[in-house]
């Protein structure tokens, strides 16, 4: 039989990490010791509440059953009560709050709820890599929007507006910045809002690092027009260590949730109930949480800078998320260049900026994901990888 994928599937590739995983698998199982700076996935737990609400609940007979699409209602009040606390933005649980499993899904499911064939969504570049693939996915073009050093990572309005934008049906964005480590500020997120406001185009902010390495988050709900002219994603996968859980959100307008929900409804039969009761836990977590947290990730981000520095990258010393990114030297070619001769050379794996676009290709992007011993080891290796590279440099100058 000559089977075939779908067309569907030529406009995306296996993602990045899914291959890298695999040559790292391979190395350790010939014995060579990785240290895997790569992939933001929170190697801190939960709160202990958190996972004794998880346990109480699964103890339950009554908790096993198929859930409801749109979350049970505690979570729908905790997110709402959330927002409001945080960010001062008043959504009705019942109709401007939908639970997802992660907010990587809900990227997928507003892309087929709301975009087809002939339509365009503007994807940041670099990006998180699920936007253009969700939106090719649904079978519209991914249309790169430009993010540059030199314009500190800022959209370039002007330069979208000389562009024919009449199939634009919505934008993506998503602020703390992933993968410059940008800071999230209001005004962006306002002009965000002006822009889709003026063009008739749906802004998708995607929010899942606003707690992190950052004093002042902010949601794009909280802008004027936010509500009607953006709907915002969020997720407990970094703010509260639950990267496995799938805990996600999509709060916002309510005609694109009810679009998401009536997808949404044909594919998943709701989340176990435990989890969205654990989530409802860590979702009443109070400052100390976020205060213990990123003292940890504080430190991380010394050494991590510090490995920038070791490897000669330039880069902002202040930046938030659960990454650090620098600049690579030209003696690297790029970003992919420096990644490979370090994987094979010191077993230590960082993340090449180019999987995120073609402007992050001269870039690299580490992980806080590791605890401070592994950033010290993984500084002691790229510091002695650097000083070799030098010495071959001068080598090959003196031929
Ligand atoms: C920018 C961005 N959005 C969304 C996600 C997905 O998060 P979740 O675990 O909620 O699906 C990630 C994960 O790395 C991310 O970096």
Not at 373 to 381: D, K, P, T, V
Request: a negative charge; glycine letters at 8%.
């Amino acid at each position: 039989m000559n089977l075939q994928p779908s067309s569907r599937l030529d406009g995306v590739q296996e993602y990045y990490f899914a291959g890298k995983l695999r040559q790292i698998a391979q190395m350790r199982a010939e014995g060579r010791a990785v240290i895997n700076l790569g992939i933001g996935s929170p190697d801190l737990p939960p709160h202990a509440r958190v996972i004794e609400t998880l346990h109480r609940a699964s103890a339950s007979p009554h908790t096993h059953g198929y859930q409801s699409y749109s979350g049970i209602p505690a979570l729908r009040e905790a997110w709402a009560t959330w927002y409001q606390r945080h960010f001062g933005a008043t959504l009705n649980p019942v109709s401007e709050v939908l639970p997802l499993q992660g907010s990587k899904e809900g990227i997928l499911h507003l892309a087929m709820a709301l975009l087809g064939p002939g339509d365009e969504a503007l994807v940041p570049d670099p990006g998180y890599p699920a936007y253009a693939a969700a939106t090719r996915l649904a079978g519209a073009t991914a249309r790169t929007y430009d993010l540059t050093a030199q314009n500190n990572w800022q959209p370039d309005f002007a330069a979208l507006e000389k562009t024919d934008l009449s199939k634009v049906k919505l934008l993506w964005a998503n602020y703390p910045h992933m993968p410059t480590g940008t800071a999230a500020n209001q005004e962006t997120l306002q002009k965000l809002v002006d822009f889709g406001k003026k063009h008739g185009i749906l802004i998708v902010h995607d929010n899942p690092y606003g707690f992190i390495l950052n004093d002042s988050p902010q949601s794009i709900l909280s802008s004027d027009g936010g509500l009607e002219h953006a709907v915002e994603l969020n997720s407990l996968s970094k703010s509260h260590n639950m990267a496995g859980w799938r805990c996600g959100v999509l709060l916002g307008r309510k005609d694109v949730l009810q679009w998401v929900l009536q997808f949404k409804s044909n594919l998943d039969s709701g989340q176990f109930q435990p989890v969205q009761q654990a989530a409802v836990e860590a979702l009443s977590l109070g400052a100390d949480w976020f205060f213990e947290l990123n003292n940890v990730y504080r430190r991380r981000q010394k050494l991590a800078l510090a490995c920038l520095s070791a490897l000669g990258c330039r880069f902002d010393p202040i930046q938030q998320g659960l990454f650090v990114w620098g600049e690579v030297q030209e003696v690297h070619t790029d970003g992919f260049a420096l990644s490979d001769a370090l994987l094979e050379q010191t077993g230590v794996f960082i993340t090449p900026g180019g999987i995120f676009g073609k402007n992050g290709r001269s870039y690299v992007r580490i992980s806080l994901c590791s605890d401070e011993e592994i950033l010290r080891e993984a500084h002691q290796l790229l510091t002695t990888f650097s000083e070799q590279t030098l010495k071959n440099q001068a080598i090959h100058e003196n031929r």
